[in-house]
């Protein structure tokens, strides 16, 4: 049964969940130059930092005391163990620190990314750069906002003029590096350019803001492209699978564009391999 929710109780999350972002924007603005205690996981390219635990911690542990029905999926509780399940209950996706490599080397493009999906369809987001104080929202059918200033893709459909956003990732076995290179390799040749800021989040918010024209990558996680989808989708761009279908949020992999147009001509260069799903 799809869950019905009033605009006024949406307002409510929007507010709620936009004091709780920025309260955990400044832990990580405050950490970002201190000594961190740095954990692997996935592979030694993989890491976490107490700040990311803390951030997570805060949003889930003050989401939850004021929305107790919501549920929640968050990058440090399910490398923890916890078990996600995406379904139409109200669903709190969270990466406390987007970017933590960045994080560890103050490498500022660092955000923290909340997004809010009810009927398993992004309804909020909310992605904060507290070290460039770029705070970046929107809400479904109420466009996409950067501090005070709409956003806005750029006008650009056609890949001969176009800047890609593209990610190594943090995986590290040779055959998906291959994959990932060959790609950018297939693109290069036929871009302006690609550029790579190492959070997924970042690079999709320079393409809501026109700064870039498109973003793609495998090997992602939900939480790192939940907010981004709908802060591009609210800006004017296009969305969609590595191989040119609907978004799977939980699929592991990503491509949004201003355009459908351009989208359209960056999957036929692209291949990706099959991942564990979220
Ligand atoms: C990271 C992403 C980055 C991607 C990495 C990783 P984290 O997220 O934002 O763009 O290439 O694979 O997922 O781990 O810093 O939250």
Redesign the pocket.
Known sequence: MPVEVSQKELDEFFHCALDLVKEAGQMVRSAIQEDKQVETKASFA??VTETDKGVEKLLISKLSEKFPGHSFIG?ESTAGGTKNDLTDNPTWII?P??????FVHTFPMVAVSVALAINKEIALGFIYNPVLELLYTARKGRGAFVNDAKLKVSSCTDLAKAVVMS?????RDQERIDLIFQNMKNILPRAHGIRSL????M?MVMVAGGNADAYQ?F???C??IAAGKIIVEEAGGYVCDMNGGPLDLMARRVLCASSRELAEQIVKLVKYMELERD
Not at 97 to 102: I, L, Y
Not at 198 to 201: F, I, L, N, Q
Request: proline share 0%; with cysteine.
């Open positions: 993989d890491l990058e990466d620190v987007d970017g933590t490599m960045n990610e190594a990732g943090s995986g190492g959070s997924a989040c690079n990558e090997g992602i996680h939480w790192d």
